[in-house]
């Protein structure tokens, strides 16, 4: 893993569809990035790293109702629609976007 990967949570909100993914991902459930990545399905964190990369970059995602540096997606695992919301709370490292 990268290194700072402190102050990065990732939460499933909600599923849509029946069945529930193979890492057993659970409405409610909450992950430390840092401490949890291993226990996280691989699908979903290799959508989860674009959307980390570019929160700790400084990009707003407009999702509304959704706190400040955060943003919210889905698991891409066709079987499955887990959807997760990741809120980073760490130092923006470059803030290239708002340059």
């Known amino acids: 893993m990268a290194e700072n990967n402190e102050n990065i949570t990732i939460t499933v909100v909600e599923r849509r569809g029946k069945r529930g993914g193979d890492y057993g991902h659970r409405i409610g459930d909450v992950y430390d990035y840092a401490r949890d990545a291993g226990r996280l399905c691989p699908w979903m ?45 760490g130092k923006i490292e470059k803030n290239k976007v708002n340059e």
């Open 45 to 89: 964190l290799t959508v989860a790293n674009m959307y980390i990369s570019k929160l700790k970059d400084g990009q707003k995602f407009t999702r509304e109702g959704l706190p400040e540096n955060s943003v919210t997606f889905c698991c891409p695992d066709p079987r499955v629609m887990n959807i997760f919301q990741i809120v980073y709370t």
